[in-house]
């Protein structure tokens, strides 16, 4: 008996392992936040990426990996691989790149480089995405559909991740303590009138 629960462990392990290889690595946790508006992912190669773009006629990519990397052109602390990507998604005709690197947690100066590419609707639809698309991504489309599809905070929360309770997203962990907080730009308005 315990060997075949032995075995039948081993093969649900062997699963859960052998989706998180195809997820990161092949499909680049590519999925819709809302359907033909915005998408999350992590890093897709420069080589495939046009091919995104163009299946889901995505118009902006929005990078969250590197933080501080804000001029592509003049800072000598970029990477190859923001460049190669930024080349990549303008070769498509019409996309935009957008460098919007933020640390796990964003500060207000991310949020606002992020809302300034989401309030502009000729933007989407979107592609947000960071390294392995199981965090920042995440946690910004989270935001995205707090801030801009009225989605509630624990609602947004618990779409982020599969089994968001055992990831940095549940209560008390940062992220889901910070999605749980967060207040949209109206609610800050309201709260400043009274």
Known sequence: MKKKILIVLGIIILAAVGKYVYDVNIDHN???????????????????????????????????????????????????????????VE???????????????????????????????????VLIHCYHGEGRAPLFS??????????????ARKESRWFVDLSPFAKGKEKGEYLLNYKTRKQQEEEAKK
């Not at 998408?39 to 933080?67: G, M």
């Not at 500060?107 to 809302?115: A, I, R, S």
């Open 30 to 88: 590519f999925e819709p936040v809302v359907e033909g508006k915005v998408y999350r992912s992590a890093t897709i190669p420069p080589d495939e990426l046009t091919d995104y773009i163009k299946k889901y006629n995505i118009k902006s990519v929005v990078d969250l990996r590197k933080p501080g990397t804000n001029d592509l052109i003049n800072n000598p602390e970029v990477s190859p691989e923001l460049v190669a990507e930024k080349k990549a």
């Open 142 to 155: 989270a935001i995205y559909k707090i801030e801009y599809e009225g989605v509630p905070n624990d609602e």
């Open 91 to 125: 070769s498509v005709a019409g996309a935009k790149y957008f460098d919007v690197g933020s640390e796990q947690i964003p500060n207000q100066v991310t949020l606002d480089k992020f809302y300034a590419v989401m309030d502009n609707p000729d933007n989407y639809p």
